[in-house]
């Protein structure tokens, strides 16, 4: 299988740039509203941020929202994917993708096998997977971009539908990401961070240079 990179988590028009011109094939915009890498919809409008990423496919990613929400932010940044970290149901799912027309990727918590079960009731539902470390609290309002690795064996197994792998990715454990999973894509995000929530353009760059001496 041809794997695929995915940044995500980014706001700077700079660094959008420098995914399109290296060749990143997702991007990732997130709207949630508990995020230290969430942007405002008028901010993405404003910025043209979709201006920079004429190559690249635009994840617009959400937690649990509303219709007009999905609405405003999917405009924005004139989305290509729709990105559900929340605890949207199989009916919701269908509902949003009739609405929008928009392929969705449906993200889960991962720390034990049984977590995978919750997955498999989408599979005739959603277009993708995407399978990250489980918040340690349960009731933790920020799904992901936690900077934190689960047990990629769990995914031995799995045969059900493409995925994307996030969860504390960076350049030190690339290579293991991709030779120990299945992986459709590689999803990355505080694995291209100094600071949190803020990207590195360099550490886009040697990572990206990695990832395609791998692949």
Same mark, same amino acid.
């Given at each position: ?6 940044? =995500? ?6 660094? $959008?740039? !420098? #995914? ?6 997702? $991007? ?5 509203? !508990? ?11 404003? &910025?043209?941020?979709?201006?920079? =990423?004429?190559?690249?496919?635009? !994840? ?12 405003? =932010?999917?405009? %924005? ?15 919701? #799912? ?15 918590? $991962?720390?034990? !096998? ?41 995914? %031995? ?11 504390? $990715?960076?350049?030190? &454990? ?10 459709? #894509?590689?999803?990355?995000? %505080? ?25």
């Amino acid at each position: 299988m041809i794997k695929k990179i995915k940044i =995500c988590g980014v706001k700077d028009p700079k660094d $959008i740039s !420098v #995914c399109n011109e290296l060749g990143i094939d997702f $991007i990732g915009f997130n709207f949630a509203n !508990v995020s230290p890498r969430k942007i405002k919809p008028s901010d993405a409008d404003k &910025n043209n941020l979709s201006s920079y =990423c004429k190559k690249i496919d635009r !994840v617009a990613v959400f937690v649990d929202p509303s219709d007009q929400y999905l609405d405003k =932010c999917i405009r %924005s940044i004139d989305a290509t994917y729709i990105q559900l970290h929340g605890n949207e149901s199989t009916k919701r #799912c269908l509902d949003i993708k009739k609405m929008f027309n928009l392929p969705i990727i449906k993200a889960f918590g $991962i720390n034990t !096998v049984k977590d995978l079960d919750n997955a498999v009731i989408y599979e005739n539902v959603v277009d993708y997977f995407l399978f990250d470390a489980k918040p340690s609290n349960e009731n933790s309002n920020q799904k992901g971009g936690l900077n934190k690795v689960f047990n990629w064996e769990i995914l %031995s197994n799995w045969k059900v539908k493409n995925f994307f792998l996030a969860g504390g $990715i960076n350049i030190n &454990n690339i290579q293991s990401a991709i030779n120990e999973t299945n992986a459709f #894509c590689i999803d990355i995000s %505080s694995g291209v961070e100094k600071t949190l929530g803020v990207k590195d353009s360099n550490m886009i760059k040697k990572l990206y240079a990695e990832f395609k001496a791998l692949v």
